[in-house]
């Protein structure tokens, strides 16, 4: 199975950026499903972005027109401009070889990294 190590975690003041990095144990383009995720203490873990097998892109709400998500051949990455004390939160990469409208709730997800902490500050 496919092994995720995330990556550019960190500090940074409200309207800073970060960019994060997923690196993947085999190739990724166009064979898996892949997203990024956030936990924040005490709530539920939720989908940020998502790319599909097709590469195309959605992306939540709440992040909309600040985050980008994007791929190579094994590396995913989000772009994480303007940010938000409400950002704060343990980023998670997740892979999966099924379609994006499979993936509907966070619990299919099947391969999952270990997370990257982001700490937004105001």
């Known amino acids: 199975q496919v092994q995720l190590v995330e990556s550019g975690g960190g500090s940074v003041q409200s309207g800073g950026s970060l960019r994060l990095s997923c690196s993947a144990s085999?190739?990724?383009?166009?064979?898996?499903?892949l997203g990024w995720f956030r936990q924040a203490p005490g709530k539920e873990r939720e989908e940020v972005a998502a790319?599909?097998?097709?590469?195309s892109t959605r992306h939540a709400d709440s992040v909309k027109g600040r985050f980008i998500i994007s791929q190579d051949t094994n590396t995913l990455y989000l772009q994480m401009n303007s940010l938000k004390p409400e950002d704060t939160a343990m980023y998670y990469c997740?892979?999966?070889?099924?379609?994006?409208?499979?993936?509907?709730?966070?619990?299919?997800?099947?391969?999952w990294g270990q997370g990257t902490q982001v700490t937004v500050s105001s």
């Open positions: 997740a892979a999966d070889t099924r379609g994006l409208n499979q993936l509907t709730t966070v619990r299919l997800w099947r391969y």
């Open positions: 085999e190739y990724t383009y166009r064979r898996y499903s």
């Open positions: 790319i599909s097998l097709g590469g």
